[in-house]
């Protein structure tokens, strides 16, 4: 996904301001996210990671504490989101923080799939999106989670309008 910028690429400061802001974004704006407690483990374009502890109020089925279903799938869309953002954050390089923020605002879910592969069982799990293609209007993303161990739980591909 490199982009030849224009200009210079931001300086390291200005990422720094970019990742605190997208980080507050991610963890504390976005409310639902804050509900799943989604943490940024990782801003890398190649693989953008979110992460969340197992609580009870996350479970899904009573008798065996699995993850619930609905909180799979947000946190993949969550993650695919994020790639995105990641993504466009590196192509637009040469944009600050309030740029790359105002870009954010347009990014919106049009397609989700989830693959529920295993039972959510774990204490931690990690989310990871890697964007596949990043086009002007349209971006399309892989996601996976795994718990603390590697499990892989469950997969996801998505589309997200980027204008």
Same mark, same amino acid.
């Given at each position: 996904?490199?982009?030849?910028?224009?200009?210079?690429?931001?300086?390291?400061?200005?990422?720094?301001?970019?990742?605190?802001?997208?980080? !507050?974004?991610?963890?504390?704006?976005?409310?639902?996210?804050?509900?799943?407690? $989604?943490?940024?483990?990782?801003?890398?374009?190649?693989?953008?990671?979110?992460?969340?502890?197992?609580?009870?109020?996350?479970?899904?089925?009573?008798?065996?504490?699995?993850?619930?279903? /609905? @909180?799979?799938?947000?946190?993949? !869309?969550?993650?695919?989101? #994020?790639? @995105?953002?990641? /993504?466009?954050?590196?192509?637009?390089?040469?944009?600050?923080?309030?740029? @790359?923020?105002?870009? #954010?605002?347009?990014?919106?879910?049009?397609? $989700?799939?989830?693959? #529920?592969?295993?039972?959510?069982?774990?204490?931690? #799990?990690?989310?990871?999106?890697?964007?596949?293609?990043?086009?002007?209007?349209?971006?399309?993303?892989?996601?996976?989670?795994?718990?603390?161990?590697?499990?892989?739980?469950?997969?996801?591909?998505?589309?997200? @309008?980027?204008?």
């Amino acid at each position: 996904m490199p982009h030849t910028p224009e200009y210079a690429r931001r300086s390291h400061e200005e990422q720094i301001r970019l990742e605190a802001m997208l980080r !507050d974004v991610f963890e504390h704006k976005l409310r639902f996210n804050e509900v799943l407690g $989604l943490k940024v483990d990782s801003f890398s374009p190649e693989a953008a990671r979110l992460s969340f502890a197992m609580r009870p109020e996350l479970i899904g089925h009573y008798l065996h504490g699995r993850l619930h279903g /609905g @909180v799979i799938a947000a946190a993949l !869309d969550t993650v695919g989101g #994020f790639a @995105v953002t990641v /993504g466009i954050a590196e192509k637009f390089c040469n944009e600050n923080a309030e740029q @790359v923020g105002h870009r #954010f605002g347009r990014i919106g879910t049009i397609d $989700l799939r989830t693959d #529920f592969l295993h039972q959510g069982i774990g204490k931690t #799990f990690t989310a990871t999106g890697r964007v596949t293609r990043l086009g002007g209007r349209i971006a399309s993303v892989q996601m996976s989670l795994e718990n603390e161990s590697g499990l892989l739980i469950a997969t996801g591909s998505a589309a997200y @309008v980027v204008s």
